[in-house]
């Protein structure tokens, strides 16, 4: 929604999206993430140090927003259809880094 209204400028590489939808990606999925692991905190499902949590949740959401905009779907065919991507990536990360 934000490369749409905003993003004027376009990634060299892909038409259709934008740098300032990348940047929007980035920090919106890093908020949702960081506030979801905080509400799981509160409740005493998980136990972590907010301060040490936060670069790696902002190195998730770069590197999905990084496999988002790549042409995968040009490469791996259905395979690469960033509605498998972004979500497959999130998972790997999220196992290894949180």
């Known amino acids: 929604i ?3 209204r905003f993003g004027t400028v376009k990634w060299p590489w ?3 999206k934008s740098i300032a939808g990348s940047l929007a990606f980035v920090a919106g999925g890093a908020a ?6 905080l509400w799981f905190r509160a409740f005493g499902i998980i136990t972590f140090d907010p301060a040490l949590l936060l670069p ?3 190195l998730l959401s770069a590197v999905c927003a990084l496999v988002e905009i790549l042409p995968l ?3 791996l065919g259905r395979l690469g ?3 498998l991507t972004v979500p ?6 999220s196992a290894f880094l949180l």
């Open 2 to 4: 934000v490369g749409r």
């Open 14 to 16: 892909s038409a259709t």
């Open 32 to 37: 949702v993430t960081y506030l979801e692991l």
């Open 56 to 58: 790696k949740v902002l």
């Open 73 to 75: 779907q040009e490469v």
């Open 81 to 83: 259809d960033d509605n």
């Open 88 to 93: 497959g990536t999130a998972a790997l990360l």
